[in-house]
């Protein structure tokens, strides 16, 4: 097992109007990521307005009266920056990745004035909103992989709103309005719904000194009263049959509905994804794909860190030509009761855990990475103290931990999957 002691240290500070700020110093090289973290993703939403958070991500470029249309990005690029965002079912996040550590400021100056200035105008909200729709059409409704996973994610939870993609329901976004938009803009874009988190060689008083310069004027807003979203247990399995007329060759995906990282189930349930089926040392890959040649690719997943309590423990399979889906979900099924039965040998145990491990430690030698860690636990409602055990508490996982989140989770009765098969030409 690899050995670590990992311990990130940050220093954190919340400005009056409740924006936190949480610095890494870290002076190895003058690089640093600079990132704003708004709590508000899908998950926010309400049925009617779905993808309403992603489609904002996008208008958050289109300028204020300082900086007009495209002058964010330009000014980044100008200056020898990378600038980006993107929207979770949890969050939405804007980075900004800096060679030069003295160009802080033009990211505190930048996003602090679109934090409170950003000018929503009918012209570039219908030609965004457009943008969206053709993004949603070619990712999603022309991908038949993804309609599959959005349909089995929307059978798997009945009562969260994780039932609906980050992108929205087309017709939802057709009919979102400007006015729509600036409500959402006005009720989560506030300081104290944000988080900022920078990594790198900065020093963590100046970082705050700046953050007050800039962003200590905003006003905060009304504290958001969010409901207790809670999944209610699946009493069966689900099934679906998927039909997309550019599907050449069917495949699987499944899923079942497991605790996310606050729970000790977390660190075995990570470990097992691994032993099953994540590369080519894992038991479906080496059951299905070398040695009965009935697949080409399988994969599972499972991503603990999220607000909801349950996510999702994924897998997805394309069986080889002339193989039937059945074939390859009976093989599925025959080693999860096998790891149930028998748990995983010791060598495959440790050589789960050490890839686990490696990987997390590797991770963490990036600002970027670092930073989207401590991002992601703080307004996922984790304490840092996962990171700093992290390595310990998967060194911990026995393969009685491995046997017992199988039987508790791998049940026919928390397994939703669909097949994808062609749709036949008339």
């Given at each position: 097992m690899i050995a670590a002691s990992l311990s990130i240290k940050p220093?954190?500070?919340?400005?009056?109007?409740?924006?936190?700020?949480i610095v890494v110093e870290d002076h190895t090289t003058p690089t640093v990521t600079f990132q704003i973290w708004y709590k508000v993703g899908s998950m926010d939403e309400t049925f009617g307005k779905t993808g309403i958070s992603h489609l904002l991500e996008h208008m958050m470029f289109k300028g204020t009266e300082k900086y007009g249309p495209g002058m964010f990005s330009k000014i980044v690029?100008?200056?020898?920056?990378?600038?980006?965002a993107f929207t979770s079912k949890d969050y939405t996040v804007y980075f900004e990745n800096w060679g030069d550590s003295k160009k802080i400021d033009i990211s505190m100056e930048l996003e602090s004035d679109r934090m409170v200035n950003l000018k929503l105008t009918e012209d570039e909200f219908k030609r965004e909103k457009m943008v969206v729709m053709e993004e949603r059409r070619l990712r999603t409704e022309d991908e038949p992989t993804s309609v599959l996973v959005e349909e089995v994610i929307?059978?798997?939870?009945?009562?969260?709103?994780?039932?609906?993609?980050?992108?929205?329901?087309?017709?939802?976004?057709?009919?979102?309005?400007l006015e729509d938009l600036n409500k959402h803009y006005k009720s989560y874009y506030c300081p104290n719904n944000a988080v900022m988190v920078v990594v790198g060689d900065v020093s963590g008083e100046e970082v705050c000194e700046k953050a007050e310069k800039y962003f200590g004027s905003i006003e905060r807003c009304p504290d958001i009263k969010r409901p207790d979203f809670e999944e209610p247990e699946q009493r069966g399995e689900k099934r679906l049959i998927v039909k997309h007329s550019e599907v050449r060759i069917p495949s699987l995906f499944g899923v079942f509905l497991v605790p996310n990282g606050k729970r000790?189930?977390?660190?075995?349930?990570?470990?097992?994804?691994?032993?099953?089926?994540?590369?080519?040392?894992?038991?479906?890959?080496?059951?299905?794909?070398?040695?009965?040649?009935?697949?080409?690719?399988?994969?599972?997943?499972?991503?603990p860190i999220s607000r909801g309590s349950k996510v999702t423990f994924g897998l997805y399979i394309v069986p080889a030509p002339n193989v039937k889906l059945e074939e390859v979900e009976s093989v599925v099924w025959e080693e999860i009761e096998r790891i149930k039965r028998d748990g995983p040998t010791k060598e495959e145990l440790e050589k789960a855990k050490n890839k686990v491990v490696a990987s997390f430690i590797y991770g963490l030698d990036s600002n970027f990475y670092r930073a989207m860690l401590i991002g992601m636990l703080e307004v996922c409602g984790f304490s840092l103290d996962y990171v700093n055990s992290y390595v310990d508490r998967i060194s911990r996982v026995t393969p009685e931990d491995i046997k017992?989140?199988?039987?508790?989770?791998?049940?026919?009765?928390?397994?939703?999957?669909?097949?994808?098969?062609?749709?036949?030409?008339q």
């Open positions: 220093k954190e500070y919340v400005l009056k109007n409740g924006l936190k700020v690029s100008l200056n020898g920056g990378q600038e980006n929307a059978a798997a939870y009945r009562a969260h709103p994780y039932h609906w993609p980050i992108i929205g329901w087309m017709r939802d976004v057709e009919n979102i309005t000790d189930d977390s660190y075995a349930l990570r470990v097992l994804s691994l032993i099953l089926g994540e590369g080519k040392s894992s038991r479906l890959y080496k059951r299905l794909v070398l040695d009965d040649k009935k697949a080409v690719t399988v994969e599972t997943e499972y991503d017992n989140v199988a039987k508790k989770y791998l049940t026919r009765d928390n397994y939703t999957v669909g097949f994808l098969l062609p749709e036949k030409r």
